[in-house]
């Protein structure tokens, strides 16, 4: 609710269209909640009409389907810890390689920025070997540290562009005082990065929320499954009955969904700061 | 913004505690009733057909072994393969897997276990045992085979009978359109489907002929080659192409969308197995269905796709051979076997079990009787290069290849795939 | 003391630069190795046959199909999503009432998972006469189209879920460049006389060149690794209509069981993005210079 400096007339026209557009846009998403509480038939006959009666019982039985719980309960902690790696290794790194003068760590920068560029798909099968021979598969373990591994790029690249843009002087005078690089580090700029971290945490949660290859080269039982995984078993088994298989995608989408209408101030400027700074 | 985000944190991670406490109590008691055995061996079997097609054999495993805490694993045979032989190349993998025929593939790269001598091994007829190198590495579920299902109900209105010839079988579909029903439903976004319809063709025209008994042993050496020998056949089933029977639209729908349309009477055939069965009744209690073979270009008892079926095998690497090895050893009993065939009919490979064929299968019991059941894949010792000529046939039906062109993609798919399995 | 600090460094650099390269360094490098040889799932022995693989690439259909189709995607998604973010952008950027309203529907899409996006347009777009998007298209009288079993429409019913679930987010980061931007100069060409076209392209369109580095980097790259999307959405199908690059290089490595050459794909793939990447950074940059 900024004031604007003109007291500009309000394009009705331009408006009345991008509402209009702004519609088309949520159509597809009206039809993915509002299948899911209509009859099979009725799905058919008139996919974008309003149910004639609301039938909730679909969402309960997609959630036992699912193990919804427990599902939400992986998702989260993958989430979670995926979030904590992938924000404070970087942070420090390009703290260390922002301020650092030395060739080795020049070269090691290199390496690291190189991994924008190559996609994590082809290295696959030998992370799968990899991720065996350490005794990490099938746990939630191995996919957080994939999950930080395949970050670190983006958010070294993302995070050195703001520690640059620093001020020296604060820190300078930090190490006059007798501080350490660590503990300037941690002290001074590392709280100067919040709003930078707060974009790339934004971003790399939607990442690791909706992450599926991941989970379903790496996660095998049930017990340790994700909510899209649910969602790929039951593909199959009801995709045209709409009652059941909607439901499902549904709850796929909505935490994130819930997040974002919550969130959504946060997240746009999140993701709009994290972009053009970088 | 920093305070919202700590209480969003905090929100969920409250959420997420409630939610999973009330996870694990739901957890506690479902497990309170067989809490009887107190170290439970964990086997996973990992298979492409879906669980509920295997309801009652695993609950009839759960029963007999108590002490083995066995977890079922579907995975869509969209990515079965990629999924088990990462698995498999990393040293891990499932205690069990489905697999088709002789597990070549797997045998060769020394995954399986040799099975040969196993005591369940010798209570299977011999005519089940896929060999490899002459030995034993899979234990076959319930025959596999497919054919036309069709809607008796429109068969009755319209005049119709099941076909006993292709151009009988053509002049149905005619008949259907003109009368404005949709003749054929079919899921032509998988590969399988049209593939499965032109091997249809080549059951009755080509492998029936004595001559060419041996071919597929010749086409996987190397020696015969699908380009030549198929193109006539292959050309006159694009029939059912020109006249409209499969059309570019099918190319959009998949398996279950297809079953839908057969389901609720929107079309009146639709080619798959005993498996769907089930959920066709399930959709449509009325549907008054069954099945008839493929026919062929002379008049005959048709041809209907299928083999041995899916079988499995025992991971190499698995840790708990001891408890996998059980598995099998119930899965040889006369009683696993009825429990696989109440939810997926096929015929069993078990001595001494005795199969019913149930009324749906009426139309198809001439063909069963003269053993006209086949499928030419199955028995090539490589990976999916079925699918690679599926895919070419629908490249075939969008105008984008010839019938010529689709056969050699076959054959040089099989020349490549020979040169990966003997490393030259 | 200067080297205190630099010791100091590196121990902050150490445990990011360790976990990336074991999980991400060696097995890519692993990949590159393998590329060499005849590695096969299928085989226990592996033996190097030098650059056999990447001469077959060349004469493999498919794969030269996904290697079009993936830039077909990423120039298309870029130039789409772009064109049409842009105004979106600069529309929302007035004064609008409901503008917060439209922000949160627009970028929706976004958060949604590939997956499940790419499942909720197969419905969509189905050619069954229960798809919405042929139902609306028959009531105003345009007759269905077949828009995933086509063999030439299906890449782009791809590309057009895709720009439906991404322009959202390109518009974001147009908009909050564009917020950057002070508005005295727009006012300043007002008073010169400039029309609102004018204007966009004067002063506007020049001033957005960061954030169009931006979006049409991360869009093209997007765009050449295309997976998910079409994963749960045609499979690469027709045929091979729409397979992309990631697609192809996961069938080879795991249905046909060729490791070595699936590798010889991968590298093949990231050394292209590589060079895309570059090649447009410095376009960019030479226009933001100008």
Not at chain 2, 247 to 261: H, N, R, V
Not at chain 3, 78 to 84: D, E, G, K, M, R
Request: proline share 4%.
């Amino acid at each position: 609710m900024q004031a604007t400096t003109t007291k500009e007339k309000r394009p009705y026209v331009l408006e009345f269209c991008l509402i209009v557009i702004a519609i088309l846009v949520a159509l597809p998403i009206y039809y993915l909640l509002v299948t899911t509480l209509k009859t099979p038939e009725e799905a058919a006959a008139s996919p974008l009409g309003l149910p004639h009666q609301w039938i909730l019982s679909n969402y309960v039985d997609a959630w036992k389907l699912m193990h919804y719980p427990r599902v939400f309960m992986n998702n989260f902690i993958i989430t979670f810890f995926s979030l904590i790696g992938c924000t404070i290794l970087p942070c420090m790194a390009s703290y260390g390689f922002a301020r650092s003068r030395n060739w080795l760590s020049k070269l090691l920068f290199l390496a690291i920025i190189a991994g924008l560029v190559v996609p994590f798909q082809i290295a696959l099968i030998p992370l799968y070997k990899l991720i065996m021979s350490m005794h990490l598969m099938n746990t939630l373990w191995a996919v957080v540290i994939i999950n930080v591994s395949v970050t670190i790029p983006f958010n070294v690249f993302l995070f050195i562009n703001f520690v640059k843009s620093l001020p020296l002087e604060v820190e300078e005078s930090a190490s006059i005082d007798g501080s350490g690089v660590v503990g300037t580090f941690f002290r001074i700029v590392l709280p100067l990065m919040q709003p930078v971290i707060a974009s790339a945490a934004i971003l790399n949660s939607l990442t690791f929320w909706n992450d599926f290859m991941g989970p379903l080269l790496f996660l095998q039982t049930r017990e340790k499954a994700v909510i899209l995984q649910e969602v790929y078993r039951n593909i199959g088994q009801f995709s045209t009955n709409w009652t059941a298989f909607f439901p499902m995608m549904v709850l796929g989408v909505a935490p994130l969904l819930l997040f974002y209408i919550i969130m959504q101030k946060y997240i746009i400027s999140g993701i709009a700061a994290g972009s053009v700074k970088g | 913004m920093k305070k919202t985000l700590i209480l969003m944190a905090s929100l969920m991670m409250v959420s997420s505690l409630v939610l999973s406490g009330c996870g694990s109590s739901d957890d506690k008691s479902g497990k309170d009733g067989s809490a009887s055995g107190e170290k439970k061996t964990k086997i996973r079997i990992m298979g492409y057909n879906k669980e509920e097609t295997r309801k009652s054999y695993l609950e009839y495993l759960k029963k007999k072994l108590p002490n083995v805490d066995i977890e079922f694993q579907f995975i869509d045979l969209k990515s079965y393969e990629n999924i088990l032989r990462t698995q498999l190349a990393a040293g891990e993998g499932p205690d069990i897997f489905e697999t088709s025929g002789s597990g070549a593939v797997y045998a060769n790269a020394d995954y399986v276990e040799d099975l040969t001598n196993a005591s369940f091994t010798s209570k299977y007829n011999d005519t089940g045992l896929i060999r490899y190198q002459g030995k034993v590495y899979t234990i076959p579920l319930q025959s596999w085979f497919e054919g036309i299902w069709y809607n008796k109900d429109i068969f009755t209105k319209q005049g119709l009978t099941p076909p006993k010839t292709w151009d009988e079988w053509m002049t149905i579909h005619d008949k259907l359109r003109q009368a404005g029903i949709k003749p054929q439903a079919m899921g032509a976004k998988s590969w399988e489907p049209m593939m499965k319809q032109s091997m249809g063709m080549l059951l009755n025209e080509f492998y029936a002929k004595p001559e060419n008994k041996d071919f597929d042993t010749a086409f996987s050496d190397g020696t015969k080659k699908v380009s030549g020998n198929w193109n006539e056949l292959v050309t006159k089933w694009t029939e059912t192409i020109q006249k409209g029977n499969i059309t570019k639209d099918m190319l959009g729908i998949d398996y279950d969308q297809a079953q839908d349309e057969f389901a609720t009477g929107k079309a009146a055939m639709w080619e798959s197995g005993p498996w769907a069965a089930e959920a066709l009744k399930q959709k449509n209690p009325n549907l008054n269905m069954g099945m008839f073979p493929i026919p062929g270009l002379t008049e005959g008892t048709g041809w209907l796709i299928g083999g041995p079926g899916s079988a499995l095998s025992i991971n190499k690497q698995s840790k708990n051979k001891d408890a996998a090895m059980q598995v099998l050893e119930v899965t040889s009993t006369p009683e696993a076997q009825q429990a696989l065939i109440k939810d997926n009919f096929g015929s069993s490979f078990l001595k001494g079990v005795d199969v019913q064929l149930p009324a749906e299968y009426q139309d198809s019991a001439a063909a069963f009787k003269e053993g006209h059941v086949y499928a030419p894949w199955i028995n090539w010792p490589f990976g999916a290069i079925a699918e690679d000529y599926g895919k070419a046939l629908q490249e075939v039906l969008t105008g984008g290849r010839t019938v010529e062109e689709a056969l050699k993609v076959l054959d040089d798919k099989a020349d490549q795939q020979r040169k990966t399995l003997t490393g030259k | 003391m200067l080297r205190k600090r630099e010791r100091s460094f590196f121990l902050l650099i150490l445990p990011a630069v360790l976990i990336y390269m074991i999980f991400y360094l060696y097995p890519v490098i692993s990949t590159f190795v393998h590329s060499f040889t005849d590695w096969s799932l299928l085989q226990k022995n592996i033996h190097f046959i030098g650059l056999d693989n990447y001469k077959a690439l060349f004469h493999d259909d498919v794969v030269l199909t996904g290697i079009k189709n993936s830039i077909l995607y990423a120039i298309i998604m870029t130039i789409v999503q772009n064109a049409l973010a842009v105004p979106l952008a600069v529309a929302l950027d007035r004064n609008l009432r409901t503008k917060n309203w439209l922000r949160m529907i627009f970028f929706a899409p976004a958060v949604l998972s590939p997956l499940v996006v790419g499942f909720l347009w197969s419905y969509i777009m189905s050619s069954l006469d229960y798809g919405p998007l042929n139902q609306i298209l028959t009531h105003l009288g345009l007759g269905s189209v077949n828009w995933l079993g086509s063999a030439k429409l299906a890449l782009y019913s791809v590309i057009l879920t895709q720009v439906w679930q991404w322009t959202g987010w390109a518009m974001v980061i147009y908009l909050a460049n564009l917020q950057g931007i002070s508005k005295e100069l727009f006012e300043a060409a007002h008073m010169d006389g400039a029309n609102g076209w004018k204007t966009f392209w004067k002063i506007t369109l020049p001033l957005l060149v960061p954030s169009i580095t931006i979006n049409t980097v991360l869009s093209m790259i997007g765009g050449l690794k295309v997976f998910d999307i079409i994963f749960s959405m045609t499979n690469g199908g027709p045929g091979h209509a729409t397979e992309s690059i990631v697609t192809v290089l996961l069938q080879r490595a795991f249905t046909d069981s060729q490791l070595g050459y699936a590798s010889a794909l991968g590298v093949l793939f990231s050394s292209f993005v590589m060079i895309v990447t570059v090649l447009q950074l410095r376009l960019m940059k030479r226009w933001e210079v100008s």
